[in-house]
């Protein structure tokens, strides 16, 4: 078979395909990550601080990772120019004191600019550094929800009662129609809801129910939120609506009974391209996109439109309770027997759940039946009783699970030790474990 010199010459020229656009070795990214946000109406939170960590490191956010850090926010607040700096917030969501916060008084204006400024001292691969940062963004000026509607396609508002049907309808959407100023890069949408809440069965139930029996468990859900659209992008294509036009949320990840709140956080650009070239990037070609000038990460400005609304569901749909089904997930390894504490140990969202089986183990013991009130307060549970019901590597899962809180409870100091002897690498490890031996010399675990 003759091959014709043209054929020949567009086979060679498609040769030069898209491995022409790999990048030539690019130099990995060695020093400081920051993760900042800053929201209309709302004061300055979980600003928050990572160092790069090498391959086999122990990743310890339980304690700090600097010598010293100065952060400084400077922007509108309560309708006044302002700066301030941020304090580590020892006492925020996962206790992580590489999280900072501001003034709780002072809450952030829509359509105004804002600056981050920082100077962090700390400990790069043995050597001392100081690492300095500037970023700047906005708040968009306008983004708020007109109109909703619902799984059958009527109109209602906030605060109103809407269905939650059962499948194949769950896999419907609500529509939310929103204005926005031409500023905004697009939207991310997210659920709050309490712990009074059923979800309901859907269509993946169904799917399952052909090869097992539905299981509670398939319903558990923890925290109080969840995001259910990472970015929706202000972008149009050809002659159709741009996207955020009308947002779609599917039924099926909505509540059942109950009360939440829809949560529409219209962020700038920057925000969406930090997105899609590293939360979602998975190709080695495409560079992250920071705004970080200095260090790595996102700061970015974001106004938010709450929409609650309030569900109900025919009687012919079955529910699942919030906390029953956490419970019923947390404990679906307890047909067998040596695998009951397992799903404790390697599930970090069980440990509430784990704290109220330790309790009743103590207070109750071998009684089956032991109407007792459960303390809210997992540091009260008294440190030798804990040692008579879990096991020494028990024991230190459930104190890394809390990021060893060695100050609100002195026993996971003991564990963070013997941790420390198990192979992990972690400088702030062996830094951490060195200060603890030095205040307590007398530990069992310092003598060793």
Sequence with gaps: MKIKIPFLFLLLLSCQGPWSYWPENPENYRGIWIYAYIISGRSVQNVCLDKLHALGETRMQGFEFYESAEIKVSGSFNGK??????????????????????PGDLLADAGKNFELEASITWDSAGIMSVSTFNSKTYIPQKFNILRAYDLEKQPFGPRDT??????????????????????????????VYGNDIYWGENSIDRILEQFRKRDTADHAF???????YGGIRNQQT???????????????????????SVLFYAATPEYFKFEETFLEGGDSRISPVYNIQGGAGIFAGMLVDTFQVNFKTPDSVATFPYFESQVKYCLQAKS???????IRLYHRECVKIWDRIIWLDILCGSEEKCNVPIPDQWSLIPPDALKNVLKTHEIITWCEHRDFPINQYPLCGSMLVRYSKTGKISPILDREVKKWCEKHPDDEECLV
């Design 222 to 228: 923890f925290g109080d939120r969840q995001i259910l």
């Design 81 to 102: 120019d302002t700066s301030f700096f941020l304090m580590p917030n020892s006492a925020g969501y996962a206790e992580n004191p590489n999280c900072f916060t501001g």
């Design 336 to 342: 067998n027997p040596g695998d009951a504490y397992e």
């Design 162 to 191: 809407i269905f939650y049907l059962p499948p194949p309808m769950d896999l419907q959407a609500n529509y939310f129609v929103p204005e926005y100023s031409d500023d905004v890069g697009g939207v991310v949408v997210s659920i």
């Design 238 to 260: 050809g002659n159709m609506n741009k996207v955020i036009d009308s947002i779609p949320v599917m039924g099926i990840n909505m509540p059942a009974i109950g009360k939440a």
